[in-house]
């Protein structure tokens, strides 16, 4: 039913993308983006973006034609075929001239009963470019989807594997982001800055979330922030002469209308003239205004967020936390999975646990370790140096961005005994009069009634799963209760499968992912009504929102 529901109520044309890659040279660095800061990531990826163009091909396109043509206006340093509605191509040049040069030789269609909007856009599309003899030569041969295989194959792939460690990196591995779903998720924030940049020239658009924290997965929402921090001459110190902009020509009385007017100018450009972007809607009355829409060609859910740099910072300060210790990256994934095949997480908004709150109860736990894996938000904030000092709105957003500085930690235990150790720690945890704290990495004391409080870390009178009802609760910890007793029978946890034949036993992690056994009884019962009429009650309320 779940997954009846999620697709009839998918706002995202194009969640079911395949993406396919064909690399012609990968930098080293590429698979080394490990020991980077984010910014350094970001920079890096942002400037291989602006050398790329998207281009809508033919699924009989002639590869080797078509890379000839594109040759042309320059040396290509990579590319890569994926289907998404039809077979798509990232071209990215070694220069930026090559992409004016193609864009100067790209006709403007003229068709009959149509109008165009000449709008030089770098998402192009190839016509006539000669057929390969075979049909479907890009669909077939090149490009392999990408999305995230069913449930149903991981289960059989995890049961396949020796060891429930193994079971945990395989998972990962099957549903991480790849390196060229990365490069699109980039290639589509440089796309809407060239939209965005008709109003702001300076303007930059950075993914934030899971896009680039390290704990996406393929086929999670791309949320954009558009960035007017670089605009030279912003936050800098007023001269005693000289000139300033005349703002009191136009202005606002809050930061917060201001983010309003230029998403909304932001967002109908978008809807106007951005290629490829449908369903544009402007929530601007949320907490956090925002744009959503789909962009059909990389088949990306968009979020685009202004002046957001709290979440910036979350994001941030996830990233640091998984590339810390490579437990946390694993622990974070099969969570997440397991939540979501439970329903405990959804992609409809409403009364359950998100996947930022669930990454946060992993992170808190890992702290919780009597030696912790990873140290508090407090303990990264005294390392800080003068340089990486951060106050956004009041809140202090300060902590340590030099990696060399953290100490690694002396904590030993496997994946398998960390995530039974996970369950068993919220199946006993004290949620009615306890908050989850990352910041002192140590339960407080609750300071309001909600059923989970988990404190924001940066914005530290928040509480990040206010949304969360007793009833989502109570079937996380039934849940989790289960899943601890499942890992602790040793039906469970040896090895069935083997690598050989067809048929397979479900075994370990593979059978915490099968419809719940224990707490599902009582959650199926439930699931019938409730998460039912609360999905429809949360429909009704975007409903009314919008109108
Ligand atoms: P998925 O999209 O579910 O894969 O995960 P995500 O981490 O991208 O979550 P989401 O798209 O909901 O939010 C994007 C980012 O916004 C998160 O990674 C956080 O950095 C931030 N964020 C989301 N929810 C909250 C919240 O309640 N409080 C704060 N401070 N930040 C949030
Ligand atoms: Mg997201």
Same mark, same amino acid.
Request: hydrophobic share 35%; glycine share 8%.
């Given at each position: 039913w779940l997954q009846n529901a999620d697709t009839f109520l998918q706002r995202s044309i194009g969640t079911n993308v395949a993406a396919q890659a064909e690399a012609t040279r990968t930098d080293e660095t590429d698979e080394k983006d490990g020991c980077k800061s984010l910014y350094a990531v970001q920079a890096e990826r942002q400037e291989q973006a602006e050398r790329s163009v998207l281009i809508s091909c033919h699924s009989r396109t002639n590869d080797k034609k078509f890379l000839k043509y594109m040759s042309r206006h320059g040396n290509i340093n990579k590319y890569f075929f994926y289907e998404s509605y039809g077979v798509y191509a990232v071209v990215e040049f070694t220069n930026r001239e090559s992409v004016a040069s193609l864009l100067e030789a790209v006709a403007i269609p003229s068709i009959s009963h149509e109008s165009v909007v000449p709008f030089k856009s770098r998402l192009l599309s190839l016509r006539n470019l000669g057929s390969a003899e075979t049909p479907n030569q890009l669909s077939g041969k090149l490009c392999q989807p990408q999305t995230t295989i069913p449930i149903s194959e991981l289960i059989q792939r995890l049961s396949r594997e020796e060891t429930i460690d193994q079971q945990i990196t395989s998972l990962t591995e099957s549903y991480q982001l790849t390196e060229e779903n990365s490069r699109l998720r980039f290639l589509v924030c440089s796309l809407l800055k060239d939209i965005a940049a008709a109003y702001f020239p300076e303007c930059t658009i950075k993914p934030f979330g899971s896009s680039v924290n390290g704990f996406g997965k393929l086929g999670c929402d791309l949320d954009m922030f558009l960035d007017l921090d670089g605009i030279r001459g912003w936050n800098v110190k007023m001269p005693k002469s000289g000139l300033s902009l005349e703002y009191q020509m136009?202005? #606002?009385?809050? +930061?917060?209308?201001? @983010?309003?007017? *230029?998403?909304?100018?932001?967002?109908e450009c978008v809807d106007q003239f951005g290629p490829g972007c449908v369903g544009v809607q402007k929530i601007l009355n949320a907490r956090c205004p925002l744009v959503r829409f789909a962009h059909q060609p990389s088949g990306f859910q968009c979020d685009l967020t202004a002046n957001n740099r709290v979440a910036m910072k979350s994001t941030e300060l996830l990233y640091l936390y998984g590339e810390l210790d490579p437990r946390v990256r694993y622990l974070v994934f099969t969570v997440r999975c397991w939540a979501r095949a439970h329903g405990i997480t959804s992609s409809i908004p409403g009364a359950w646990i998100t996947n930022f709150s669930l990454t946060v109860m992993v992170l808190f736990f890992l702290q919780r370790r009597s030696s912790p894996v990873i140290p508090t938000l407090d303990h990264l904030r005294d390392l800080a140096g003068p340089t990486d000092k951060s106050v956004i709105e009041g809140n202090d957003c300060t902590f340590v961005s030099d990696f060399s500085k953290i100490q690694v930690q002396s904590n030993k235990e496997t994946l398998e005994q960390l995530l039974c150790e996970f369950f068993e720690f919220y199946a006993t945890f004290p949620f009615s009069r306890m908050s989850i704290n990352i910041r002192k990495g140590k339960e407080q004391n609750k300071p309001e009634m909600a059923p989970l409080h988990i404190q924001n870390p940066f914005e530290t009178s928040?509480?990040?799963?206010?949304?969360?009802? !007793? @009833?989502?609760? +109570?079937?996380?910890? #039934?849940?989790?209760?289960?899943?601890?007793?499942?890992? &602790?029978?040793?039906?469970?946890?040896?090895?069935? =499968?083997?690598? =050989?034949?067809?048929? !397979? @036993?479900?075994? =370990?992690? #593979?059978?915490?992912?099968?419809?719940? &056994?224990?707490? =599902? *009884?009582?959650?199926?019962?439930?699931?019938?009504?409730?998460? #039912?009429?609360?999905? *429809?009650?949360?429909?009704l309320e975007s409903l009314k929102n919008k109108s």
């Open positions: 136009k202005r #606002a009385n809050s +930061e917060r209308a201001v @983010t309003q007017s *230029i998403l909304s100018v932001v967002g928040l509480n990040v799963s206010k949304n969360v009802n !007793v @009833t989502q609760l +109570e079937r996380f910890v #039934a849940l989790c209760q289960e899943s601890s007793w499942l890992l &602790q029978q040793s039906d469970t946890n040896t090895p069935r =499968g083997g690598s =050989g034949g067809d048929t !397979v @036993t479900t075994w =370990g992690l #593979a059978t915490l992912l099968l419809p719940s &056994q224990v707490a =599902g *009884i009582k959650g199926r019962k439930r699931k019938r009504r409730e998460p #039912a009429s609360e999905r *429809i009650k949360s429909l």
